[in-house]
């Protein structure tokens, strides 16, 4: 029986990232679904102050719904369209980027929905809590003012984090074309910008949230590298893979790497829809 592919976005991003890559997998005659976590999608907040023209001293009090919103409701999200996909055969569970966190604590609870967890260039929690990776050395790399350029409310207030993805700021447009899409073009890194919402939750997990050897290390896993990543750098998927495979040295990953920066393989998806269509049919087993 065909496989459906359930697809966990990233930090700041919905299920309409997924757009393109879900027409490419239809076109190897695969179904998917595409979640948004709580608080993503067309449940975003998006202030008026966040229109143009912007009010940058409004933007930075207004409320946002996703304030609140936990790891474990995130997981409860998927959980729910993974018990319904569960219902017409195997499920693939792949996720990206910060929705790593995610699928790794719903493959801690819930290993018995998932027949196969696919993580492109997205954090597998072993040895530390999502947020230490980023004081590793693997992560020195990482451009830390990408991002904080374009914050637009004081987190500790606001109860989120708030970034200006709609800024004309060419100093932060430059951070962000290094960080996602240096192998882009502008237009296509303009275009992706303005599928990201402003807001975004605050709880990357906790030591509790982290691979779990009796559960999510029963799962067949796949890592997907993404070789031009500057956000989440080779180096440190590297090193995730290497804590996996520790972890569950008789169940390790299954590694594929695809020429790409974080965003390139939604951006232009015929080579990840390939790899994943592979993997559907037969390129390693399902349990």
Not at 75 to 103: D, F, Q, Y
Not at 116 to 136: F, H, M, N, T
Not at 217 to 230: E, F, H, N, Q, W
Not at 246 to 251: C, E, F, G, R
Request: aromatic letters at 6%.
């Amino acid at each position: 029986m065909s496989p459906t592919f359930v697809l966990v976005h990233g930090a700041f991003a919905n299920s309409f990232s997924f757009a393109p890559l879900q027409a490419e997998l239809a076109l190897h005659g695969h179904r998917s679904a595409a979640v948004d976590l709580p608080g993503h999608g067309f449940e975003a907040t998006y202030p008026a102050a966040y229109q143009a023209p912007q009010d940058a001293a409004a933007l930075a009090t207004a409320p946002g719904g996703i304030k609140g919103v936990t790891l474990a409701d995130n997981a409860a999200r998927v959980t729910e369209v993974l018990e319904r996909a569960k219902e017409h055969g195997p499920v693939i569970l792949v996720a990206h980027s910060r929705g790593g966190a995610t699928v790794t604590a719903v493959g801690n609870a819930r290993p018995d929905l998932i027949d196969r967890i696919v993580y492109v260039s997205a954090w597998a929690p072993v040895d530390l809590d999502v947020g230490d990776y980023y004081a590793e050395p693997e992560m020195a790399s990482v451009d830390a003012g990408a991002l904080a350029g374009a914050l637009a409310a004081d987190p500790a207030a606001v109860g989120l984090l708030r970034c200006n993805f709609r800024t004309a700021d060419p100093a932060v447009l430059a951070g962000f074309k290094e960080a996602f899409l240096a192998d882009g073009t502008d237009d296509e890194l303009r275009t992706f910008l303005n599928t990201f919402q402003p807001d975004e939750n605050l709880d990357a997990g906790t030591s509790a949230d982290r691979a779990q050897a009796a559960t999510w290390g029963t799962i067949p896993k796949t890592y997907v590298r993404l070789s031009a990543d500057t956000s989440i750098p080779l180096a440190m998927q590297d090193r995730l893979i290497r804590e996996g495979d520790a972890l569950t040295p008789d169940n390790p990953y299954d590694v594929h790497t695809l020429e790409s920066s974080h965003l390139l393989w939604l951006v232009r998806p015929h080579l990840a829809a390939e790899l994943l269509a592979g993997l559907a049919d037969g390129g390693t087993s399902l349990a």
